[in-house]
Each structure stands twice: as C-alpha cells, then as structure tokens.
C-alpha cells in the first residue's frame, strides 16, 4: 500500500522514511501495525498516566506533610500556636 507524503503529496513507497520530492520525515514509526498506534501516541499517554498518577501520589502526601508539619510546629513553638491562636480570635 503506497504512502502520500504529508506535506507535499507525493507518492512513496511504504516504508519510506523520508519524501523522495521534498524530503520530509514521513509519518512517525508505527508501533502497532494494525491499529496505528505510534510511538508518538505512546508517550503523550504515558505523560498523561505519569502526571495523573503523580498528583494521585503527590497531593496526599502534601496535604499530609502540611498537617505534620503544622503540627509539629504547634508543638514545638508554643508561641507559634498562640500566634495561631491569636489570629484565630481576631478572624
Ligand atoms: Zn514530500
């Protein structure tokens, strides 16, 4: 099955990994013949997974870094909680 190059049309061979006429880069290397999937395809998902799974790790651990940490701050500056507490009573 022949190939059209993207950009200017010209017929080429399948497989061809530049256009013969103008020599742009034919479409990106295939991973999976069938469905044409390509590498391309392949990692955009991949950074779309990697960032989701990220935040899903990411976001607890801040939130619960942040608690610790204005815990343990609380319990170690007694004047920072009654700082904090200050400012509460005013708000
Ligand atoms: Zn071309």
Redo the contacts with the bound molecule.
């Keep these: 099955m022949p190939e059209f190059?993207p950009?200017?049309g010209?017929m080429v061979a399948d497989g061809t990994e530049r256009?013969p006429?103008?020599g742009?880069r034919m479409r990106p290397r295939v991973m999976d013949e069938e469905s044409g999937f390509t590498w391309v395809d392949f990692f955009n998902y991949s950074a779309v997974t990697i960032l989701i799974i990220l935040a899903a790790i990411l976001i607890p651990v801040a939130i619960g870094l942040l608690c610790f940490g204005l815990y343990w701050l609380l319990a170690a500056f007694p004047l920072a909680a009654s700082v904090l507490g200050g400012l509460r009573g005013i708000a």
């Design positions: 190059c950009k200017c010209n256009c006429a103008c742009s």
